[in-house]
């Protein structure tokens, strides 16, 4: 009980003292080069941290060939956004609730179809994403893997970019060539390293990203940070468990609460973007119709 008490303290103490930007409506879209990288599971985790530092965060599952959210957070939703196409539920009646109070909205396999919806399924997508346009602060949008038409759909309708990638080679030059792809489109690209040894491992990895975008594409990225090697990941994972909730004092618990309030509080003046629900939508489906 002293425990909790003190985590509600803590958590209330930060509101407090860090001043952010409200009304804002933001759209984060989590990506990575290649699969395999812990994508999905930092997505989940973070959205956690989110709403836990006090936002009301809406984690969308945009990989529409193999959504998998529910699974790592041990739901099992019985619709899924194809059910708003069809017209057999509304987006209220698909929306779950996750762990820690967030929203989620499954994903499900073979909505490859969306790129070429027809202009009544497009409004109807509008018209669903805009009823609840006032619910939400922040939307998680969890891609799929690669640089598909679709995940390039997400990443230009989105204010932020979260790039996750691993210290291996071939994980750092499949984040490279997404960086490539989306530099020219994106407001800003965050990069977070996954399953590192230690600090050292992450920097060395980020730095290398670093030199090659500003060396070849003139960008410069944001170094979000970190994610360490947690035995406790795969543990909750085989639990079906975020790890954020089952081991909330375990290093890669530690590492994910730092990167959600760098997120909220890196910057000493917010961007505020004047962005909708409606706005957003509109600029993916567009994106995907050309």
């Known amino acids: 009980m002293y425990e909790q008490t003190s985590k509600l303290k803590r958590i ?3 509101r407090q003292n860090h001043k952010v930007f409200q009304g804002t409506f933001k759209v984060y879209c989590v990506t990575s080069g290649k699969g395999g990288v812990g994508k999905t599971n930092l997505s989940i985790n973070l959205s956690m941290v989110l709403q836990e530092l006090g936002k009301r965060v809406l984690l969308v599952d945009a990989d529409l060939g193999l959504a998998n959210v529910d699974v790592i957070a041990g739901l099992y939703p019985k619709y899924n956004i194809s059910h708003i196409i069809s017209c057999e539920k509304n987006i209220n009646e698909i929306i779950i609730e996750g762990p820690m109070g967030i929203k989620i909205l499954p994903g499900a ?4 179809e969306m790129a070429n919806l027809s202009v009544v399924e497009l409004n109807l997508l509008i018209k669903a ?3 609840i346009s006032h619910d939400f602060d922040i939307v998680i949008i969890d ?3 690669g640089i598909s038409k679709n995940v390039l759909g997400f990443v230009q309708s989105s204010d932020e970019v979260i790039i996750v990638t691993t210290p291996e080679p071939s994980a750092i030059t499949d984040a490279y060539a997404v960086i490539k792809l989306i ?3 994106s407001q800003k690209i965050h990069v977070i390293i996954n399953r590192v040894d230690n600090f050292r491992d992450a920097e060395y990895t980020v730095q290398k990203l670093s030199n090659a ?7 410069d990225i944001d170094y979000l940070g970190y994610v360490l090697e947690d035995r406790s990941v795969l543990k909750s994972n085989m639990e079906q468990i975020p790890f954020y909730a089952r081991f909330p004092d375990s290093l890669a618990s530690k590492c994910i609460l730092n990167l959600g309030r760098k997120l909220l509080y890196g910057e000493q003046k917010p961007i ?3 962005y909708t629900f409606e706005g957003w939508v509109k600029k993916l489906m567009a994106f995907l119709k050309n």
């Open 272 to 274: 505020q973007y004047n």
């Open 213 to 219: 975008s500003r060396k070849f594409l003139h960008t």
């Open 143 to 145: 891609t799929g893997a």
């Open 12 to 14: 209330m103490d930060e």
């Open 129 to 131: 994403f805009n009823s």
């Open 183 to 185: 530099h020219k489109y």
């Open 109 to 112: 396999s073979g909505l490859y």
